[in-house]
């Protein structure tokens, strides 16, 4: 059934006077349909998103030629139905709106996650391609990103991120009640006063899954695939370059990066081997000499088709 959406949540919201729109006027035929069209979908994981301004809920009236909602308002989501990349079209902490200056990407595998959170405008990194090679401008930069990686758990509506790799590490809880449709989900903070409006961009039934990954020593990593699109998260303490947030696209068997919290790392590829219990990807020490890492793989779900 084609899915056109506009619709207002204001039960979800902390304040009494004001409501959000969210408006999806896209038609889709089903969950794997929902996706730009082209001949790879890597430009789905940056870019403007929009985002559709808070108003009074007196003049929250449908807006004129829109469609008629065709699709109920999922009330309990399961991890099942949120699987795909999702871009954030807007936030509101204690009722303001926030974060218009940051692209904020998640992709959802069967219940592993991988979050990356970048400032829209960065420094040029022409001529970057290792860590040796960042300058001060680039260092601060890299320092305002945010991104974790980990699991998703559910209660009925209420969900909660676990994180396994974090760029900032926190001891607050990360949870939300979440409702909304195919195209569009409403986050409310539970311990906070924030709201999230998530849209999906891209999903598919195929290739789904994700694995956990250590070192033996205290690296650890997690790799989630959905369709096309994969995500990367890895902590090393022991390398000054050791975090790192990704997403990219598998395209004719390569794992190629898109878009990373260390930059020069864009257009990497992942280039995954697996043996028994084992997953060998491609990684570069601080100079940029490119070196395959080993890791032992200690969780995994779904089908990666590596």
Known sequence: MPLCVDQAFPPL?????????????????????IHERGSMPGHLLSGPVAVVASESAASADPIDGACDVTDEII????????????????????????????????????????????PVQRPDFEGVECWNDLQPEHRRWIATQDGFAGTLQRTGNHFRWNRYVELHPSSRIDEGVMSGDASTLVETGLGADFTEHWQRTYSSPEHCGAIELHDGG???????????LFGWAKSDPNAVHGLEIALGVVHEGNWIVEVSSLPYREGAHLAPVVRPGIVRLLDADACGTESAHHWNITYSEGNLDL
């Open 75 to 118: 009330r309990d989501p399961d991890i099942g139905t949120v699987m795909g990349l999702w871009a954030r079209k807007g936030l509101w902490v204690g009722g303001e709106p926030e974060g218009g200056d940051e692209d904020v990407r998640w992709l959802q595998g069967p219940s592993r996650f991988v979050d990356l959170r970048r």
């Open 13 to 33: 919201l902390n304040t009494a006077s004001t409501t959000i729109r969210v408006v999806a006027c896209r038609c889709f035929t089903g969950m794997g349909d």
């Open 218 to 228: 205290v690296a650890r990593a997690v790799l989630v695939r959905c369709g096309s």
